[in-house]
């Protein structure tokens, strides 16, 4: 399905990028998104971007600290100003109809990748 990778454990302020790609080929054609779910947490709707490069963000705590942006192989979240808040699990999600920003609306997934930020 999806393969993410860049999560790891960082300090409060620093930057991550994470990236997330289909073994299988291209995403072009593919709406793409980033969720995240913290411990004892609901799944949270972070970014989304559809295959115009349009963008929506959910939260407004990461609105104007993280960019999510794609090219033909891969979809990118860039986070900056990382808080102890960010802490969650990342997950990738992928869908041919181009519209949504629920996590049913994503029919393809990836395993997901820890994002730690200590204070």
């Known amino acids: 399905q999806l393969v993410e990778s860049g999560g790891r454990l960082v300090q409060s302020g620093d930057s991550l990028r994470l990236s997330c790609a289909s073994p299988?080929?291209?995403?072009?054609?593919?709406?793409m998104a980033w969720f995240r779910q913290a411990p004892g947490k609901d799944l949270e709707f972070v970014a989304k971007?559809?295959?115009?490069?349009?963008t929506t963000y959910g939260a407004n705590s990461v609105k104007g600290r993280f960019t999510i942006s794609r090219d033909d192989a891969r979809t990118y979240l860039q986070m900056n100003s990382l808080r102890p808040e960010d802490t969650a699990v990342y997950y990738c999600?992928?869908?041919?109809?181009?519209?949504?920003?629920?996590?049913?609306?994503?029919?393809?997934w990836g395993q997901g990748t820890q994002v730690t930020v200590s204070s």
């Open positions: 299988g080929g291209t995403i072009s054609a593919y709406l």
């Open positions: 971007i559809r295959k115009s490069g349009s």
């Open positions: 999600a992928a869908d041919l109809i181009d519209y949504g920003m629920d996590p049913g609306d994503f029919g393809s």
